[in-house]
């Protein structure tokens, strides 16, 4: 019984959206958890009935909306632990930390702030969750943050299939082609 039940969900139109929704989900969990490529949800892809193009457009979109819901709890939770008083005060005791901090990813997005943080979050295959966190230190602007990871987030993705279809373009091989639908 309940194994139709599982084939029926999977087999009917509903299908896109309870992947759609997994797709949100895992974009929700990188965001705010797990230190995966955000590029993992670009399989589902595959598993719609779709299109190609549509079902990686929907995936996508997915994608960007659930990393930018997750960045808004990113922040809040970086913004509120980074300002108390008990971890700055242990930060600040941390041998090297200062210098740390100055020569690193936080430093190239303080300098070019929504712009930078553009930037390193569209680096293909790059685990979003410590850029997150560390931006979220630096600016309190929620609406600012949950637009340009989105942006960022659907960048990064084409990003990655841009190299990805380069890449079978060049290589020309038939078997990894018909594995991709060119």
Do not use: C
Not at 16 to 36: D, G, Q, S, T
Not at 60 to 67: L, P, Q
Not at 100 to 116: A, D, K, M, N, P
């Amino acid at each position: 019984m309940a194994q139709e039940w599982i084939v029926e969900l999977l087999t009917t139109p509903r299908h896109a959206a309870f992947v759609l929704a997994a797709v949100f989900v895992y974009a929700f969990l990188l965001a705010v958890l797990l230190p995966f490529p955000a590029e993992l949800a670009l399989v589902a892809a595959l598993s719609l009935d779709l299109p190609r193009t549509l079902a990686l457009g929907a995936v996508m979109v997915a994608t960007a909306s659930g990393g930018a819901l997750g960045s808004l709890l990113a922040q809040r939770l970086g913004y509120g632990v980074s300002h108390s008083d008990p971890v700055t005060r242990v930060l600040g005791t941390v041998p090297g930390y200062t210098r740390f901090r100055q020569h690193s990813l936080v430093e190239f997005i303080r300098e070019y702030r929504y712009l930078g943080l553009t930037v390193v979050l569209s680096i293909p295959l790059l685990p979003v969750t410590a850029t997150l966190y560390a931006f979220s230190t630096l600016e309190e602007n929620p609406k600012w943050f949950a637009v340009t990871v989105f942006f960022a987030t659907f960048l990064r993705l084409t990003v990655f299939l841009t190299l990805v279809y380069g890449g079978v373009y060049v290589l020309d091989e038939p078997v990894i082609r018909e594995l991709v639908g060119s």
